[in-house]
């Protein structure tokens, strides 16, 4: 399994951000896809995911602001990121992998480089 991260950079404290993850190779090995960020000096966590069935979860911290999604013709990813703060500032990694009936992931997991985003004025 590969994955494609596109769409990262520089924008203003409440501006938007689109990134983009396309998979290719080993589709179907794989139930859920989702995003991890990792900021300057602190753990890589997670900031959504979505399965093949769309069910989504998002970190506290996102919910209300970013919008995972998936286009499953084009095996792609997407996170729309609005009202960006400072603080979400990070490298986003694009995530894969399998995800059982109660939400734990399990087996091989998948990343792509990470894409930086950086919020600033």
């Known amino acids: 399994v590969q994955l494609q991260a596109s769409g990262g950079g520089l924008v203003r404290p409440g501006g938007s951000l689109r990134l983009s993850c396309a998979v290719s190779?080993?589709?179907?090995?794989?139930?859920?896809m989702g995003w991890y960020r990792q900021a300057p000096g602190k753990e890589r966590e997670l900031v959504a995911d979505?399965?093949?069935?769309?069910?989504?979860k998002y970190a506290d911290s996102v919910r209300g602001r970013f919008t995972i999604s998936r286009d499953a013709a084009k095996n792609t990813v997407y996170m729309q990121m609005n009202s960006l703060k400072p603080e979400d500032t990070a490298v986003y990694y694009c995530n894969a992998g399998l995800i059982d009936p109660h939400g734990e992931r399990f087996g091989m997991e998948y990343w792509g480089k990470g894409t930086l985003v950086t919020v600033s004025s």
């Open positions: 190779g080993g589709i179907n090995s794989i139930n859920v």
């Open positions: 979505i399965t093949i069935a769309d069910d989504t």
